[in-house]
């Protein structure tokens, strides 16, 4: 089964940028879709992009305009590049499989400060 890892997080200022990795340990050309989650403090935890092997991709309302999820399947990656970060994009990301479902990975966290 695929395990995937995030990495890029980190602590930014408002207005600020990062980008965010998720790194497969198997072949991610066999995940049609994969996706984006955060879980934000005291908040359930929310999709927040999605992409299929087609490119096909979706934003949650609040992040349309300012992320850009894309993926490389060549080299196992999906990124997600995070602009004109907000203090309300603070949480721990997470990547994941959505068909086929994979596990979730450790997470990757992002703090903006105001």
């Known amino acids: 089964q695929v395990q995937l890892v995030e990495s890029g997080g980190g602590l930014v200022q408002a207005g600020g940028s990062l980008r965010l990795s998720c790194t497969a340990s198997g072949t991610m050309r066999e995940i049609n879709t994969m996706a984006w989650y955060r879980q934000s403090p005291g908040k359930q935890r929310e999709l927040v992009a999605h992409?299929?092997?087609?490119?096909?991709?979706d934003y949650e309302d609040s992040v349309k305009g300012r992320f850009t999820i894309s993926r490389d399947d060549a080299k196992n990656v999906i990124y997600l590049q995070m602009n004109s970060l907000k203090p309300e994009d603070t949480g721990v990301y997470y990547c994941?499989?959505?068909?086929?479902?994979?596990?979730w990975g450790p997470g990757t966290q992002v703090t903006v400060s105001s």
């Open positions: 994941k499989g959505l068909v086929p479902f994979t596990p």
């Open positions: 992409i299929t092997n087609g490119d096909l991709i």
